[in-house]
């Protein structure tokens, strides 16, 4: 038996972001968490994601010293002594778009009640990998869906 799903209408929201350093963690929760409350969101949960090449988006712990082991493990990782091929605005921007292909460009949480509902030390970054520079986040929160009248 096939059953119709019913459409899903997710609510689409951006915000921007200001990066002040070549590569920098910015903890963006509070501001997913606040455009998802303006969405009206009850349950279901919130992508995030980074309409950028150079950029990327992650969930993790805000330490501070995590935040730098992680810049440094980006600068380890990909060294600007490396042969890029992509060299149109030097090794910096090859390693950014290196770096956001391995990081990833979105992610997503869970939402309850209109809140986020992330882990214990969880929280949401943008990672600015070839800034200073202005960005966008671009935040969709998808309603859960019901479950089909006779399945309940």
């Known amino acids: 038996m ?6 899903v209408g ?4 951006s915000f921007t972001v200001r990066s002040s350093a070549r590569i920098q963690f910015i903890d963006i929760t ?3 968490g606040a455009t998802v409350r303006r969405a009206g969101a009850g349950d279901g949960f919130a992508l995030v994601r980074c309409p950028h090449t150079t950029a990327a988006v992650a969930c993790t712990e805000p330490d501070p010293a ?3 082991d992680a810049t440094t493990f980006i600068q380890d990782l990909l060294p600007l002594s ?5 060299l149109e605005e030097g090794p ?3 390693r950014a778009h290196l770096a956001a292909l391995l990081l990833g460009s979105s992610t997503w949480a869970p939402v309850s009640a209109g809140q986020l509902r992330l882990g214990t030390w969880q929280r949401l970054f ?3 990998l070839f800034g200073p520079r202005v960005r966008r986040v671009e935040v969709a929160f998808v309603p859960a869906s019901e479950p089909p009248r006779d399945a309940q």
């Open 2 to 7: 096939t059953r119709e799903i019913p459409p």
């Open 10 to 13: 997710a609510a689409l929201a």
């Open 30 to 32: 509070d501001q997913v």
């Open 66 to 68: 995590l935040l730098e």
């Open 82 to 86: 490396r042969r890029y091929r992509h």
């Open 92 to 94: 910096e921007n090859a």
């Open 126 to 128: 943008f990672v600015e």
